[in-house]
């Protein structure tokens, strides 16, 4: 299994991360990988952590599991984070010194699960303030329109605005009196969307303020599972607030203070910057 990127990430890629939002990666993740967490994949489904959810909703057909966190319960998740070449494409796209984890995560689609994933960016979900922040979403299966690619507006990363939380449940429970997003839907025309169609192996790195969203799996027999891993640099302080995203447990470190903690440890430093 590959510890580096099967390929070199460009610094025209960075550039585009950091002027789009996002950035599709090619072929970073080899054969031994994606068999690994595709099979860690059916481990997980069938014993889930204490912060899964199903999210397709009451009587909608398909199914969308989503699961957070797998790495401080299963062994082979753990390793990935920590031997993959996820962290340093994070570091990369992030100029980043050092890098922790923040969490990993689980996303599938099932064939024909029409709920769609709304519009959002991650940061407002998240007790975190800083700017270097990024989600990689690698693709195990194939991944097209049809079958749940995610859309990205362009460059919003940069509108100098957070949104109020969007419950994927679909009701209040992140509700932090922060704007309520727009109805992207009837701006379609006026906003510059970007969606990508993946290979297995594949992924895309975006910033934790792009504001995205994704249909649903209407191909009948294709799965769309997704393996995502949240990483933080430099920057990042933590910054308790009310109503977030759950986590698998609270962080032993005081407000104000830097993620290195074992609930979210350094994964990566740069010799030059070793991490304290």
Request: proline share 9%; glycine share 6%.
């Amino acid at each position: 299994m590959n510890a580096d990127p099967l390929r070199e990430i460009s610094e025209e890629d960075v550039r585009r991360y950091e002027e789009d939002g996002v950035v599709l990666l090619k072929g970073m993740f080899d054969e031994a990988w994606r068999k690994h967490l595709s099979e860690q994949i059916e481990v997980d489904i069938a014993n889930p952590g204490p912060l899964h959810a199903e999210l397709e909703g009451g009587g909608q057909p398909g199914r969308f599991f989503f699961d957070t966190f797998m790495w401080t319960y299963n062994a082979a998740f753990k390793q990935f984070v920590f031997e993959s070449p996820a962290v340093r494409i994070a570091a990369r796209m992030m100029r980043a010194n050092k890098v922790n984890i923040f969490y990993d995560q689980l996303l599938i689609k099932e064939p024909g699960t029409v709920k769609r994933t709304p519009w959002h960016h991650d940061m407002p979900y998240w007790p975190l303030v800083g700017w270097q922040v990024c989600t990689i979403w690698l693709a195990l299966d194939p991944v097209a329109k049809e079958s749940g690619a995610v859309e990205y507006v362009r460059a919003s990363h940069k509108w100098g605005i957070q949104f109020n939380p969007t419950a994927f449940a679909g009701d209040d429970r992140y509700e932090q009196g922060m704007p309520q997003m727009p109805d992207l839907e009837a701006m379609r025309h006026s906003l510059q969307l970007i969606q990508y169609e993946l290979e297995p192996g594949d992924c895309t790195v975006h910033h934790a303020l792009l504001v995205h969203a994704a249909p649903g799996n209407t191909l009948a027999t294709r799965r769309r599972r997704a393996v995502v891993t949240r990483w933080t640099g430099d920057d990042v302080r933590y910054a308790p607030k009310p109503k977030i995203q759950p986590l698998i447990r609270q962080p032993t470190i005081a407000a104000g203070a830097p993620l290195d903690s074992d609930l979210w440890p350094v994964v990566w430093s740069s010799p030059r910057h070793p991490s304290p």
